[in-house]
């Protein structure tokens, strides 16, 4: 079974992270990421948590219990269960905005969030043009000019 020191280091191989990337992420310093790779120290809770945050890992992964396939096959299993939302079935698009921000690190979701709401707005304010140019056209009884 492995140590949580070796846990820690291939949850940051994992997250695909180097030393400095994994200190940054979870605002901790890299000599707490060494030493706590090394063994050098037993990690506090603290700074497992902000790691497993960094990493995209459940805590419990870090001291052996829960397996993150098993986890990732049980969000794939809730997927294809069909989600609804106010009754209805999601689309694919809709499903793949669910698959990104499960994927996107808990750190980083209102990140996420604010970007798709952001183009959701510019989106909508695309759709209103459209909306007053086709308008126009329809009262001025012409084509659009491409």
């Known amino acids: 079974m492995e ?9 940051r ?14 605002e901790v310093s890299l ?12 990690p506090r809770k603290a700074t497992v ?3 497993a945050g960094a990493y995209a890992k459940p805590v419990e992964w ?3 219990e829960g397996d993150p396939n098993e986890e990732q096959g049980r969000i794939e299993e809730e997927l294809e269960a069909q989600p609804t939302v106010e ?24 990140i996420l969030l604010g970007v798709v709401e952001a ?5 909508q304010e695309i759709s209103n043009i459209g909306g007053l140019q086709d308008r126009q056209i329809r009262r001025e009884g012409g084509n659009a000019e491409c």
Do not use: C
């Open 119 to 123: 183009a959701a707005v510019k989106a």
């Open 13 to 26: 191989l994992e997250a695909g992270l180097t030393h400095e990337a994994a200190a940054a992420l979870a």
């Open 3 to 11: 140590t949580i020191g070796q846990r820690l280091r291939r949850g």
């Open 62 to 64: 870090f001291y052996g």
């Open 31 to 42: 000599s707490t990421i060494v030493r706590s790779e090394g063994q050098t120290t037993q």
């Open 49 to 51: 948590k902000a790691l």
């Open 87 to 110: 009754g209805r079935n999601l689309s694919n698009d809709e499903r793949h905005l669910v698959e990104m921000y499960r994927d996107t690190p808990p750190h980083l979701r209102p």
